[in-house]
């Protein structure tokens, strides 16, 4: 089954009581038992709930995946990936992430004994340097928020594998329409639901994809006795926003080619981040692993000050200054007050998060509508 006709198909049935071709939203925390223990496999809307099962069987066909677990959020999905660890385990990183995981792993899960190593991922081969007998997992996003940098999956993967380590790939950014972690080799994907899936800035979700059976019971351990789950109308949404994910993904990557070539010749801008350019650092990897470039963009003012790219973020009236991304509007973004602030600046201007960065979130508008708005807010 080719993938627009999984995203509307793959796992959904319809309702078996009625014949409804959309999932019904199941409202209910419990279901009623024949005796003690026999029930349906619904027993506590917590642990199971029909709606969410479809989401999740459906998401699970997009990654190529045997299941999937939904969350309360994305952080939800990273926080329950991170329980599987023990006090002295011993974790490889980004030095490019998303200011939230950063903020979970250092301040959260620091503080129980676990050790995180925030690398230059571009080059896979500098994990080696970092494994050591208490590694136990190495974290990728790619491309990375808010520079684009692209990580070599396969690459991760096989270094992973040689050393026993487990591999995760938050996989947000790119969507399953862009890439497949798992058949890079990947043990765990990562999205936050909330962004492209959902794609209409209506739902705050997480989940978790996979292959192997006991990882699998263990996040679903985590997953039912911790409690970040989501809700039937959140699920029900995302199930709605899904079907046309593949229609959306494919325009927002249109739009985004666009603008970051217009972004690119720019007096004003220094420079552009997005993979799509022969020029972007690993450039030959995105088009290997991905199946086109996406719309996510960041880009550098020339000047370098952050009031003139205060000005320019509040400037748009197409672009909405927002959080997030992913959405079927278009969004622009200060990373380093907004989805980086959590990051010290030192750390932040290492990697290129500087205070003139702006992040664009391309949308599905119009082109010539996104362009002249950027136009006009650059001058």
Known sequence: M?????????????DPSTGAIMTPIYQTSTYVQASPGNHKGYAYARGKNPTRTQLEKNLAALENAKYCLCFSSGMGAIDAVAKLLR???EVITGDDLYGGTYRMFTKVFEHFGIKFHFIDLKDANNINKHINNNTKLIWLETPTNPTMQIVDIAACAAIAKTNNLLLAVDNTFASPYLQNPLDMGADI???SVTKYLGGHSDVVMGALCLNNDKLYEQLAFIHNSCGATPGPMDSFLVLRGIKTLHLRMQRHCENGKHIAEFLKTHPKISKVYWPGFTDH?????????????????????????KEDAF???SSTQVFSLAESLGGVESLINHPATMTHASIPQAERERVGVTDSLLR???GIEDIDDLLEDLKTALN
């Open 2 to 14: 080719k993938f627009a006709t999984k995203a509307l198909h793959a796992g959904i049935e319809p």
């Open 87 to 89: 006090p002295g385990d």
């Open 189 to 191: 994907i990562m999205h």
């Open 281 to 305: 650092p690993n450039h030959a990897i995105a088009k290997k692993q991905m199946r086109d470039f996406g719309g996510m963009i960041s880009f550098d003012i020339k000047s370098g000050s």
């Open 311 to 313: 000005k320019i973020a």
């Open 360 to 362: 664009l979130s391309v």
